[in-house]
């Protein structure tokens, strides 16, 4: 697509048209302070905002909102898993639904209550890593089980930026201290900081991709790391 679409705080939803370089609101009636955008493998994405869940329609450029049991609001992550789940990570805890029809998925009581959970990612043995202001979690859908790292286990922040998986199946987790490298086959970290050549120890939300040639970028306070 030629179109990048953008969330912004206390603002509709806008989108850059890669070949006129020119930005615009996306017409219509857009639900303000878009944190999330994840696509729903069909024709558009879904939206996590601070007022709840929509869907919007690429094609006939509509939004639709979407209901689901518990709390709606304060929606600050999404991810639609490779079985078709939703994941919404809220303020006040984390919620997973079906795609097509929005029934709650059962999550264990110490997935389901963390809170400001600002990252989901699904790896590529299907296991959900979840990074937050309190710690890294995950979750084998598989066999239910939960799994939480903070300092104490090796990292070197509680507080999560960023989650990206290179081609050889380790995790790079970008930290208010530095850039975490977690191999979740054996368990080691190893923390790199700038006097190991980065910018900046402190990175920021939502600043990191994984591109399709697989180079992983993330973002700190004082610029971009690349690799």
């Known amino acids: 697509s030629n179109r990048i ?37 069909k024709d558009g994405f879904y939206i996590g905002t601070f007022d709840g869940l929509y869907e919007f329609n690429e094609r006939v450029q509509t939004f639709s909102r979407i209901y689901f049991t518990g709390d709606n609001t304060n929606i600050k992550s ?56 309190y710690g890294l979690y995950s979750y084998d859908p598989r066999s239910g089980s939960v799994g939480s790292y903070t300092e104490k286990d090796g990292l070197p922040h509680h507080v999560i930026h960023g989650i990206e998986e290179d081609r ?27 006097s190991d050549g980065l910018l900046d120890n402190r990175f920021t939300t939502y600043a990191h991709c994984r591109t399709k040639e697989g180079m992983l970028y993330f973002g700190s306070i004082n610029g971009i790391v690349m690799f």
């Open 168 to 194: 050889n199946g380790v995790l790079w987790i970008s930290t208010d201290r530095g850039l975490c490298r977690f191999s979740p086959s054996t368990g080691d970290k190893l923390t790199f900081t700038t």
């Open 78 to 133: 999404l991810k639609l898993d490779s079985h078709g789940i939703l994941w919404i990570g809220k303020k006040n805890g984390i919620t997973a639904i079906h795609k097509d029809d929005a029934k709650i998925l059962d999550l264990p009581e110490s997935l389901a209550s963390v809170k400001y959970a600002e990252i989901i990612m699904e790896d590529s043995r299907g296991i959900i890593w979840i990074g937050s202001r």
């Open 5 to 41: 679409y953008i969330g912004a705080d206390r603002s509709e939803l806008f989108v850059c048209d890669r070949r006129s370089k020119r930005l615009h609101a996306v017409p219509g009636d857009s639900p303000k302070s878009c944190y999330a955008i994840e696509y729903n493998n």
